[in-house]
């Protein structure tokens, strides 16, 4: 009993105090975004000032292509070729490219529909053969059935060129086009056409570079859509506007009748005038066949030439046969 009255005293025992420790000082020489955890010195800070002032520029001016774009969509909607004119120039600026082309993809093949910096060599061949034959091995041809980028660091290193493909063989050597990037144009699901640019040296595009090309391309495809859209618009008008009009023809036509029951020639020349003015035609005839034969009997807007082979003499009108007027 006695000793188990000191295990229990002696465990009641307060525990000895733990040694108070210094904070550790922090380690001086250390900055965040630094490399190797050193501080950044006065060459780096400029220079990442100077990558951020370059990014800034970029962006302002990528910004500024687009709303000339979208200027121009507004402002003409069914103008594609002002469209495509200015996609081109600017994606051909900023992405630091030689020369670039927009193509249309029809009935299985390229259709070149501007050009853009393009040596005058080759601009010449391609204005003579704007379509591009079909041709699998063509690295624009490429982006066909998977629908995606396709960049070439060196034409020249290509089996295409190499073995001698005309198309190919032609426009390296008449453009000088060494590197290319060449971004398709999809709307729907459906491959509309692709944005090609060019530089004469070995040097390959950014991704940064390419991902421009793909927003001008999605540019060019809301400009095909909406010329198509303004197209359809228009036609409905122009046949809303040929309806109202034959109607209203119809109806003087008809006032002239009720009008002039016995006077023929006012009912002929109203109906003649109509019908040239409907059709967007210079001038007209209108005859009856009588004894057959043709016989004039009105005639509107007609040269002074042409008229004057009428008959002289009061109610009298030519008469043709098959062997010329008489």
């Known amino acids: 009993m006695v000793q188990a009255t000191k295990k229990r005293r002696g465990s009641s025992r307060k525990p000895p105090k733990a040694r108070l420790r210094k904070p550790a000082a922090p380690k001086r020489g250390r900055a965040d975004g630094a490399s190797g955890g050193k501080a950044a010195t006065a060459s780096e800070l400029r220079h990442q000032l100077e990558q951020r002032a370059r990014e800034l520029k970029e962006a302002r001016d990528q910004q500024a292509a687009t709303s000339e774009v979208l200027s121009i969509i507004a402002r003409s909607p069914g103008d594609l070729k002002s469209v495509f004119g200015a996609i081109l120039k600017n994606a051909t600026r900023l992405c630091d490219a030689k020369f670039g082309n927009l193509l249309l993809y029809e009935n299985g093949a390229f259709r070149r529909v501007a050009l853009y910096g393009a040596p005058r060599a080759w601009a010449e061949a391609t204005n003579r053969q704007p379509v591009i034959p079909p041709n699998a091995a063509n690295p624009l041809y490429r982006i066909v059935r998977p629908r995606q980028v396709v960049h070439v660091h060196d034409m020249k290193a290509e089996r295409?060129?190499?073995?001698?493909?005309?198309?190919?063989?032609?426009?390296?050597?008449?453009?000088?086009?060494?590197?290319?990037?060449?971004?398709?144009?999809?709307?729907?699901?459906?491959?509309?056409?692709?944005?090609?640019?060019?530089?004469?040296q070995v040097r390959p595009f950014t991704d940064k570079q390419i991902?421009?090309?793909?927003?001008?391309?999605?540019?060019?495809?809301?400009?095909?859509?909406?010329a198509r859209l303004f197209e359809a618009e228009q036609q409905r008008t122009r046949e809303l506007t040929e309806a109202l009009e034959q109607q209203t023809a119809t109806a003087e036509v008809l006032r002239v009748i009720s009008n002039s029951l016995s006077k023929l020639d006012s009912v002929f020349d109203t109906i003649l005038a109509n019908a040239t003015k409907l059709c967007a035609a210079h001038f007209g005839m209108l005859a009856l066949h009588e004894d057959g034969a043709f016989r004039s009997v009105a005639m509107h807007n007609v040269p002074q030439a042409f008229a004057k082979q009428r008959l002289s003499g009061p109610g009298s009108r030519p008469r043709i046969r098959s062997g010329g007027w008489r």
């Open 211 to 226: 991902e421009v090309v793909k927003n001008f391309a999605a540019e060019a495809v809301i400009a095909i859509e909406n």
């Open 160 to 200: 295409v060129y190499i073995e001698g493909a005309p198309d190919v063989v032609g426009m390296v050597e008449q453009s000088g086009a060494r590197t290319i990037a060449a971004v398709p144009m999809i709307r729907d699901g459906e491959l509309v056409g692709a944005i090609a640019i060019y530089r004469q």
